[in-house]
């Protein structure tokens, strides 16, 4: 898979992703709450200044910049991004947010006090190559002593019973019910995996198709990830040069995913793993 069809899937993902959710400015405000105070145990009160290197429509963006901090956004799909900023300033705030790599990230050095992944954006990379520059571009850019947030889907339960399918996830609308669910296929390596997403919408009624709703509009979008246990991507992060690397776990953090956060560490630190506080 090619990076233009990540940017493709998220591209025409963008105007129904809010669909994904059974109610996003709800989910919003709840991410927004577990993560600030994540946020706040590693760095203090703040508020703090934040970068989203793959904000989406700005599920996690939108509702900090809301709680007070300076939250910027980026994301491979100037879709995802425009709408982003567009519904901070549709509530009453403002997310400036554009489109941007993470593998090249077009920040100054040690601009950041924090910088977020949220929602298994990283696994959307295929190869270690890719990891590494997405993990050293997002050190540079954090102030010494910040702290890296990532938050990933629980893949070492997927590698062991490698799911052919997510359960439907229903979002009302005014049409009425839609319907989310992905099909995946996973690849030879045991470790990534093609994914088929469905939406199914129903058809607005109309005076010229008065009974549209009896029929569903299908929409599949493909992509690929990679399904990184927690210590693959523990030892990428240590790689990196981050320090007291930590798993955060849905019971104790109340997230939905589980959560790593890790501390860039001084000048002298380098790419080599040992002496460092890794706990997976
Ligand atoms: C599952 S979505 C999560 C979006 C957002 N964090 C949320 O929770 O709504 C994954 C996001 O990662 C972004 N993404 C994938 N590869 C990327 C890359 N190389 N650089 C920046 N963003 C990327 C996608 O465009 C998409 O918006």
């Not at 400036?96 to 790599?101: I, Q, S, W």
Request: glycine content about 8%; aromatic content about 8%.
């Amino acid at each position: 898979m090619s990076e233009f069809s990540v940017r493709n899937f998220y591209d025409e993902l963008a105007r129904d992703y809010h669909l994904i959710f059974r109610d996003w400015d709800a989910s919003m405000a709840h991410q927004a709450g577990v993560l600030g105070e994540l946020l706040g145990r590693g760095l203090g009160a703040g508020p703090q200044r934040i970068l989203d290197c793959s904000c989406g429509i700005g599920t996690q963006a939108i509702g900090l910049a809301s709680a007070g901090h300076r939250v910027v956004g980026s994301d491979l799909s100037p879709a995802a991004a425009a709408r982003a900023a567009a519904e901070a300033v549709a509530r009453g705030g403002r997310l400036p947010a554009a489109a941007a790599d993470m593998r090249r990230l077009p920040f100054a050095d040690e601009v950041f006090d924090a910088i977020v992944c949220a929602d298994n954006s990283l696994p959307h990379l295929l190869s270690g190559e890719d990891l590494r520059a997405a993990l050293l571009g997002m050190r540079r850019v954090l102030r010494e002593d910040g702290l890296l947030l990532l938050t990933v889907r629980d893949y070492d339960e997927a590698r062991r019973t490698r799911p052919t399918a997510t359960p439907p996830q229903v979002s009302e609308t005014s049409a009425g019910k839609v319907i989310t669910f992905q099909l995946w296929h996973w690849h030879e390596d045991g470790e990534r995996y093609d994914l088929e997403h469905f939406q199914l919408v129903p058809e607005e009624n109309t005076p010229d198709a008065p009974d549209a709703r009896d029929t569903w509009d299908t929409r599949v979008r493909r992509t690929t990830y990679w399904a990184l246990t927690r210590s693959q991507l523990t030892a990428f992060v240590a790689e990196a040069g981050f320090a007291d690397i930590t798993w955060h776990h849905p019971e104790s953090s109340g997230f939905y995913q589980p959560v790593l956060t890790a501390r860039r560490g001084g000048p002298d630190s380098g790419s080599v793993a040992t002496g460092r506080s890794v706990r997976p």
